[in-house]
């Protein structure tokens, strides 16, 4: 593939990824991706044969792509429950910072695929399983350096985190809710509360918690 092939596909794929954040996986097709990206839609054909590669192909660049701006820069705070702050500091409303505008895709994709059977929703099965997996691996760590209980039930712990994750995404996107974020972050805060061992203080943590308390955005 030449340069100028390269260059052309990365930037069909960065205007996929936008298109596929306010339309759904659903709505992006050959015709309407060419339109976006000003080519003819047999150009587009060259780069991908069908709708169902460009919507398996969008999909793993946003894997790339969310890394890049959630994974990544979390990599750099210690391990544990910094390492953890940081990441989910990174992953609520990380979309809108990364300018995606419509919001996560795969959010949204874990609801319009729930009852499709087919590629695109293993696809998006083995994505957000790989993710829970990142988020059991931090949560294990910070109860192996003891920052969370050692009995802590870490599945559960991450079936709420996920909870919360999705709650802020309806509230956001769907009821447009101000609050979102403050609210998220209050709730994952609760959750961590009730993880921390006493012996490191709890109330001290929720000392720390009302004093980094995000503010509502106004």
């Not at 995606?100 to 099965?125: H, Q, S, T, W």
């Not at 559960?156 to 974020?181: K, M, N, P, T």
Request: hydrophobic letters at 40%; glycine letters at 8%.
């Amino acid at each position: 593939m030449t340069d100028i092939a390269i260059s052309t596909r990365q930037r069909i794929l960065r205007e996929g990824l936008a298109l596929m954040s306010q339309s759904g996986l659903s709505g992006v097709t050959l015709g309407v991706l060419a339109e976006q990206v000003g080519m003819s839609k047999s150009g587009l054909f060259a780069h991908f044969r069908s709708k169902e590669d460009v919507q398996l192909e969008l999909l793993s660049h946003m894997t790339e792509f969310a890394a890049e701006h959630v994974i990544r820069p979390a990599l750099t705070a210690p391990e544990g429950l910094p390492r953890l702050r940081a990441l989910v500091r990174n992953w609520f409303g990380w979309a809108q910072r990364a300018g995606l505008p419509g919001g996560c895709p795969v959010a949204a994709g874990l609801f319009e695929f729930d009852d499709v059977e087919g590629r695109i929703r293993d696809k998006i099965l083995k994505m957000e399983a790989a993710w829970r997996h990142t988020l059991v691996q931090l949560v294990g760590r910070a109860v192996e350096l003891g920052h969370l209980r050692r009995e802590l039930d870490v599945d559960q712990f991450v079936w709420e985190l996920c909870g919360i994750y999705l709650g802020h995404h309806a509230a956001h996107r769907f009821l447009r809710s101000s609050d979102a974020d403050a609210r998220a972050h209050t709730a994952f805060q609760a959750l961590l509360d009730r993880a921390i061992p006493s012996s490191t203080g709890r109330g001290a943590s929720q000392k720390s918690t009302r004093s980094r308390n995000p503010r509502r955005p106004t």
